[in-house]
């Protein structure tokens, strides 16, 4: 019975020799770690990617603004306008689900009049006076996959009533536009390759390869103004160019 005291000591004793020799090989481990991260010998670079296409989307934003001393007659005419224009757009092969209200409202205006009556004898003290003026204003916004339909949208729409272009948007679908960023992005990352490469051959070092990758690209669109024309409206999309960026960094030893 007295030896058993001493037994407990002599195990928490070895026990506690157990962790410690456990944490300083942890310990070592992480220091070794450390130092094999901190010597890592990497080159930075950036590479880019531009792929060219025509846009197959058009986004054309039209709008019917009518006025009247009358809130009912402003709005009434702006209905009837706008459902002419509907009308003209479906005529010329643009389907319904391609069009779209993005606005609409109706405001008040008040027209300020100043009268001054003159007399070969006196000038009378001008009078003034004011009239009330509701405005109603519908816009669209005609989104167009077939681009070749632009121009005869647009003439199609002004001659139905619309008195307000605010431009057109030549881009690309969400499909196409997919597609283009994964070849732009080939091309800039094959780019940041070439670099990393030239930049080793010149110093004489041994390119292990990469070991972070980042990338960017651009949304391209251009936008064209077209008015009211007697002719038909001539729109030439062209072409769109995609650019890709990629930042890289690639490990190399000596």
Do not use: C, H, W
Not at 113 to 136: C, L
Not at 179 to 204: P, R, V, Y
């Amino acid at each position: 019975m007295s030896n058993q005291p001493s037994r407990n000591i002599l195990i928490l004793t070895i026990v506690g020799l157990i962790l410690i020799s456990a944490l300083s090989i942890s310990f070592s481990g992480l220091q070794q770690l450390g130092t094999q991260t901190s010597n890592s010998k990497t080159i930075q670079v950036s590479g880019t990617g531009s792929i060219s296409a025509a846009p197959n989307e058009a986004i054309i934003t039209l709008a019917v603004q009518t006025q009247d001393t009358s809130a009912t007659n402003a709005v009434s005419e702006n209905a009837a306008l706008m459902n002419k224009v509907v009308q003209a757009l479906l005529s010329v092969g643009v389907n319904q689900n391609e069009i779209q209200t993005s606005s609409y409202t109706l405001t008040i205006q008040t027209m300020t009049t100043t009268t001054i009556t003159a007399t070969p004898m006196q000038i009378i003290q001008p009078t003034s006076s004011n009239t009330i003026q509701y405005v109603a204003r519908n816009a669209i916004q005609v989104t167009l996959t077939n681009v070749t339909l632009v121009g005869p949208a647009l003439d199609a729409a002004v001659n139905a009533g619309v008195n307000e272009v605010d431009g057109v948007t030549f881009t690309f679908t969400p499909q196409l536009a997919a597609s283009l960023q994964k070849e732009a992005i080939q091309l800039a990352t094959q780019d940041a390759a070439n670099q990393a490469n030239a930049i080793a051959s010149a110093l004489g070092l041994k390119l292990i390869g990469p070991i972070s990758i980042t990338p960017s690209f651009n949304q391209p669109f251009y936008q064209a103004f077209a008015s009211a024309s007697a002719n038909p409206t001539p729109i030439q999309p062209g072409t769109l160019q995609l650019t890709a960026q990629v930042q890289a960094t690639y490990q190399f030893s000596e």
